[in-house]
Protein backbone atom coordinates (compact mmCIF):
# COMPACT_ATOMS: atom_id res chain seq x y z
CA UNK A 1 0.00 0.00 0.00
CA UNK A 2 2.66 2.26 0.70
CA UNK A 3 4.58 2.11 -2.55
CA UNK A 4 1.40 2.66 -4.19
CA UNK A 5 0.87 5.43 -2.16
CA UNK A 6 4.65 6.56 -2.93
CA UNK A 7 4.14 5.88 -6.82
CA UNK A 8 0.83 8.15 -7.09
CA UNK A 9 2.51 11.01 -5.07
CA UNK A 10 5.65 10.99 -7.36
CA UNK A 11 3.24 10.75 -10.67
CA UNK A 12 0.94 13.21 -9.45
CA UNK A 13 4.09 15.58 -8.78
CA UNK A 14 5.13 14.96 -12.51
CA UNK A 15 1.91 15.33 -13.63
CA UNK A 16 1.82 18.82 -12.37
CA UNK A 17 5.03 19.96 -12.61
CA UNK A 18 4.38 19.81 -15.75
CA UNK A 19 1.82 21.42 -16.69
CA UNK A 20 2.12 25.33 -18.14
CA UNK A 21 -0.65 28.19 -17.22
CA UNK A 22 -1.83 30.78 -19.82
CA UNK A 23 1.23 32.36 -20.95
CA UNK A 24 -0.33 35.91 -20.78
CA UNK A 25 -0.49 39.04 -23.36
CA UNK A 26 2.05 39.42 -26.11
CA UNK A 27 4.02 42.58 -25.19
CA UNK A 28 4.92 45.05 -28.11
CA UNK A 29 7.30 43.73 -30.54
CA UNK A 30 10.80 45.18 -29.67
CA UNK A 31 10.09 46.20 -26.34
CA UNK A 32 10.87 44.92 -22.47
CA UNK A 33 8.47 45.19 -19.63
CA UNK A 34 10.41 47.91 -18.24
CA UNK A 35 10.10 51.27 -15.72
CA UNK A 36 9.36 53.76 -17.69
CA UNK A 37 9.15 57.80 -16.78
CA UNK A 38 6.87 60.78 -18.45
CA UNK A 39 6.90 64.38 -17.82
CA UNK A 40 3.70 66.35 -18.04
CA UNK A 41 3.03 70.10 -18.27
CA UNK A 42 -0.37 71.56 -16.18
CA UNK A 43 -2.23 74.53 -15.45
CA UNK A 44 -4.68 73.92 -12.68
CA UNK A 45 -7.63 76.45 -13.20
CA UNK A 46 -11.31 76.57 -11.24
CA UNK A 47 -12.38 75.05 -14.58
CA UNK A 48 -10.92 72.23 -14.26
CA UNK A 49 -11.42 72.09 -10.63
CA UNK A 50 -7.65 72.28 -10.27
CA UNK A 51 -7.34 69.02 -11.82
CA UNK A 52 -5.68 67.75 -14.65
CA UNK A 53 -5.62 64.27 -16.22
CA UNK A 54 -3.64 61.43 -18.23
CA UNK A 55 -3.93 58.43 -20.42
CA UNK A 56 -1.66 55.78 -19.81
CA UNK A 57 -1.49 54.14 -23.11
CA UNK A 58 -1.26 51.00 -23.45
CA UNK A 59 -2.36 50.48 -19.92
CA UNK A 60 -0.20 49.52 -17.10
CA UNK A 61 -0.78 46.31 -15.68
CA UNK A 62 -2.61 46.19 -11.96
CA UNK A 63 0.42 45.45 -9.69
CA UNK A 64 2.13 48.48 -11.27
CA UNK A 65 2.64 51.44 -9.30
CA UNK A 66 2.94 55.10 -10.53
CA UNK A 67 4.97 57.80 -8.68
CA UNK A 68 4.45 61.62 -9.42
CA UNK A 69 7.62 64.19 -8.98
CA UNK A 70 7.06 67.64 -8.75
CA UNK A 71 9.42 69.94 -10.96
CA UNK A 72 10.26 72.45 -7.47
CA UNK A 73 13.65 74.38 -8.88
CA UNK A 74 16.87 73.92 -10.28
CA UNK A 75 20.19 73.51 -8.13
CA UNK A 76 24.03 72.81 -9.37
CA UNK A 77 22.26 72.67 -12.65
CA UNK A 78 20.19 69.76 -11.61
CA UNK A 79 16.67 69.80 -11.58
CA UNK A 80 14.80 69.32 -8.20
CA UNK A 81 12.19 67.05 -8.16
CA UNK A 82 9.66 66.39 -5.52
CA UNK A 83 7.68 63.29 -4.64
CA UNK A 84 3.63 63.80 -4.65
CA UNK A 85 2.03 64.65 -1.77
CA UNK A 86 3.55 67.90 -1.68
CA UNK A 87 1.95 70.36 1.06
CA UNK A 88 2.64 74.02 1.36
CA UNK A 89 1.87 75.73 4.53
CA UNK A 90 1.13 79.89 3.93
CA UNK A 91 1.17 82.30 7.39
CA UNK A 92 -2.51 82.26 7.50
CA UNK A 93 -2.86 78.90 8.36
CA UNK A 94 -3.72 77.87 4.84
CA UNK A 95 -2.52 74.31 3.85
CA UNK A 96 -2.36 73.47 -0.06
CA UNK A 97 -1.01 70.29 -1.42
CA UNK A 98 -0.43 68.91 -5.13
CA UNK A 99 -1.07 64.89 -4.62
CA UNK A 100 -2.16 62.55 -7.56
CA UNK A 101 -4.51 59.09 -7.90
CA UNK A 102 -4.04 56.59 -11.27
CA UNK A 103 -5.88 53.94 -12.57
CA UNK A 104 -4.70 51.16 -14.86
CA UNK A 105 -5.82 53.41 -18.30
CA UNK A 106 -5.00 57.12 -16.29
CA UNK A 107 -3.80 59.38 -13.89
CA UNK A 108 -4.92 62.49 -12.64
CA UNK A 109 -2.41 65.55 -10.77
CA UNK A 110 -4.63 67.54 -8.20
CA UNK A 111 -4.84 70.81 -5.84
CA UNK A 112 -6.25 70.43 -2.88
CA UNK A 113 -6.58 73.11 0.05
CA UNK A 114 -8.21 74.05 3.16
CA UNK A 115 -8.76 77.46 1.79
CA UNK A 116 -10.47 78.95 -1.79
CA UNK A 117 -7.72 78.51 -4.30
CA UNK A 118 -8.80 81.56 -6.34
CA UNK A 119 -7.34 83.61 -3.50
CA UNK A 120 -3.68 82.87 -4.03
CA UNK A 121 -1.82 84.08 -7.18
CA UNK A 122 -1.91 81.60 -10.18
CA UNK A 123 1.53 81.02 -10.17
CA UNK A 124 1.17 78.09 -8.35
CA UNK A 125 -0.64 76.56 -10.87
CA UNK A 126 0.21 77.40 -14.51
CA UNK A 127 2.47 75.12 -16.23
CA UNK A 128 3.32 73.11 -13.68
CA UNK A 129 5.85 70.55 -14.49
CA UNK A 130 5.31 66.63 -13.48
CA UNK A 131 7.72 63.53 -13.85
CA UNK A 132 5.68 60.14 -13.78
CA UNK A 133 7.53 57.26 -13.26
CA UNK A 134 5.81 53.59 -14.05
CA UNK A 135 7.26 50.59 -11.51
CA UNK A 136 6.39 47.31 -12.57
CA UNK A 137 5.10 45.39 -9.81
CA UNK A 138 7.62 42.86 -10.26
CA UNK A 139 10.19 44.80 -8.79
CA UNK A 140 8.30 45.08 -5.12
CA UNK A 141 9.75 41.25 -5.21
CA UNK A 142 13.39 40.69 -3.92
CA UNK A 143 14.88 43.90 -5.16
CA UNK A 144 16.08 46.40 -2.99
CA UNK A 145 14.02 49.64 -3.01
CA UNK A 146 15.30 52.82 -3.84
CA UNK A 147 14.31 56.32 -2.04
CA UNK A 148 11.05 57.15 -3.59
CA UNK A 149 11.51 60.43 -2.52
CA UNK A 150 14.67 60.94 -4.13
CA UNK A 151 14.00 60.80 -8.03
CA UNK A 152 17.69 60.63 -9.23
CA UNK A 153 17.60 57.83 -6.78
CA UNK A 154 14.45 56.58 -8.12
CA UNK A 155 15.42 56.16 -11.42
CA UNK A 156 18.95 54.56 -11.05
CA UNK A 157 17.42 51.88 -8.44
CA UNK A 158 15.24 50.58 -11.72
CA UNK A 159 17.31 51.39 -14.38
CA UNK A 160 16.06 53.90 -15.94
CA UNK A 161 17.08 56.11 -18.37
CA UNK A 162 15.11 59.55 -18.25
CA UNK A 163 17.57 61.44 -21.36
CA UNK A 164 14.39 61.27 -23.68
CA UNK A 165 11.67 61.15 -21.62
CA UNK A 166 8.06 61.24 -23.46
CA UNK A 167 6.03 64.11 -22.41
CA UNK A 168 2.45 63.58 -22.56
CA UNK A 169 -0.58 65.75 -23.54
CA UNK A 170 -3.43 66.43 -21.19
CA UNK A 171 -6.66 64.75 -21.44
CA UNK A 172 -9.72 66.46 -22.53
CA UNK A 173 -12.59 66.03 -20.27
Known amino acids: MKKLLFTLSVLTAALFSSCEGDPGPQGPPGTNIESEVFEVTGT ?5 EYRVFYD ?9 NVLV ?3 SGVENGLDVWKLLPQVYTFSDGGIMQFNYDFTRE ?3 IFVDANFNLSTISNTWFDNRV ?3 VIIPGFF ?3 VARPDHNNYYETIAGYGINDQNVTIL ?3 QR
Not at 44 to 48: D, E, G, K, M, V
Not at 56 to 64: E, H, K, M, V
Open 44 to 48: FTPAN
Open 56 to 64: LNPAIFASD
Open 69 to 71: YEL
Open 106 to 108: DFS
Open 130 to 132: FRI
Open 140 to 142: SRG
Open 169 to 171: PQK
